[in-house]
């Protein structure tokens, strides 16, 4: 069975930062592009980034470009999204996905972890 666990959420002002973890249960890491997605209170859930096996191929969203580094661990089965210049727009319950294709999400989700940015 398939498990993502996500961590390191929290309350951070404007202009922090934050480092998200998602542990991956083994089978689907090392195979499979992984990513994270958000969903902000009253709206839709939407892409953030991915990152292919291997961590030689990622891609973000235009509005967390410049800003937000995903990166991933295979020794230790994780994907990190380092979060740098948060605004209060980037609150959010965060999700770890795979296996992610372009921008659409996968089957598999972590329970989410909440990001609150205060202004």
């Known amino acids: 069975q398939v498990h993502l666990v996500e961590s390191g959420g929290g309350l951070v002002q404007a202009g922090g930062s934050l480092r998200l973890s998602c542990e991956a249960s083994?089978?689907?890491?090392?195979?499979?592009?992984m990513g994270w997605f958000r969903q902000a209170p009253g709206k839709e859930r939407e892409f953030v980034a991915n990152?292919?096996?291997?961590?030689?191929?990622?891609s973000y969203d235009d509005s967390v470009k410049g800003r937000f580094i995903i990166s991933r661990d295979s020794a230790n089965n994780t994907v990190y999204l380092h979060m740098y210049s948060l605004k209060p727009e980037d609150t959010a319950v965060y999700y770890c996905?795979?296996?992610?294709?372009?921008?659409?999400?996968?089957?598999?989700w972590g329970q989410g972890t909440q990001v609150t940015v205060s202004s």
């Open positions: 996905n795979a296996p992610v294709v372009g921008n659409k999400a996968g089957d598999y």
């Open positions: 990152i292919r096996p291997g961590g030689w191929g990622r």
């Open positions: 083994g089978r689907i890491f090392s195979s499979y592009v």
